[in-house]
């Protein structure tokens, strides 16, 4: 079994099954999803996709080799271009400009999804990096196809679903899960590497949570 397939198997395959019947994703396509919450996703994710890329920029520093370097750095600064791109696009649409989101803050799980991918990416090995982010690719990717084929009455949530459901968001992730089963991981290392998926795998379905229930920080 490759690297990538075992930490599936581990560490999402039940999760996954939660996440595409989560009301968020569903509501995405049957109409019944609100766009406060949607918005409230879309501002989160600009949060998100800040910390994200740097991040990436992490993982770029850490690779042994140079094709994996150019790759992670060039992801990071295509999350970038989807944060200014997409995201101005879509919130614009939703009539917030790009001060809202610095108004609006980082939410709970916003802020602990970012200082958890942050701190693996800043403090673990090459393979625990890698293995914290790939989550954030595949978990995308698979969720896209999904609602692709599925489709949505609403035209700001088929930009988005057009954007992670595309043949050149589907190419990046088999680079990365291609890198992902060439890593070369000891075996303490094997498991702090199912621990970081299995976690960042998680914070995935807490994202939509989130922004389906709008959570505010508490206090
Ligand atoms: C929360 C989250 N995870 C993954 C992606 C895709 O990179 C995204 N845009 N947002
Ligand atoms: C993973 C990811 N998500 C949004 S942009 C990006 C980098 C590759 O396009």
């Not at 994703?25 to 019944?32: A, M, N, S, V």
């Not at 001060?99 to 403090?123: F, I, K, N």
């Not at 700001?156 to 060439?182: K, M, N, P, Q």
């Not at 590497?193 to 922004?211: N, S």
Request: with cysteine; proline share 3%; aromatic share 12%.
């Amino acid at each position: 079994m490759t690297f990538s397939a075992e930490l599936w198997d581990r560490g999402a395959v039940k999760v996954y099954d939660e996440i595409v019947r989560h009301p968020f994703i569903t509501g995405l396509t049957d109409g019944t999803l609100s766009h406060d919450a949607f918005r409230y996703f879309i501002v989160q994710d600009s949060h998100y996709l800040r910390a994200y890329s740097r991040a990436l920029t992490l993982v770029a520093a850490r690779a042994t080799d140079e094709a994996a370097v150019s790759m992670f750095a060039r992801h990071a600064a295509d999350a970038i271009e989807v944060e200014r791109e997409l995201h101005t696009g879509l919130l614009a649409q939703l009539g917030l400009t790009p001060a809202d989101v610095d108004a609006a803050g980082s939410g709970p799980t916003t802020t602990a999804y970012m200082s958890y991918l942050t701190a693996v990416c800043a403090t673990g090995t090459y393979a625990e990096a890698v293995a914290a982010v790939l989550p954030c690719y595949w978990i995308y990717r698979d969720v896209g196809k999904e609602l692709l084929a599925r489709s949505s009455p609403d035209p700001v949530y088929r930009e988005w679903i057009a954007t992670y459901g595309s043949e050149e968001f589907d190419a990046v992730v088999e680079s990365v899960l291609a890198v992902t089963d060439g890593l070369d991981v000891g075996t303490a290392e094997r498991e702090r590497c199912h621990q970081h998926f299995a976690t960042t795998t998680r914070y995935e379905w807490m994202f939509w949570d989130a922004a389906y229930r709008q959570l505010e920080w508490p206090v």
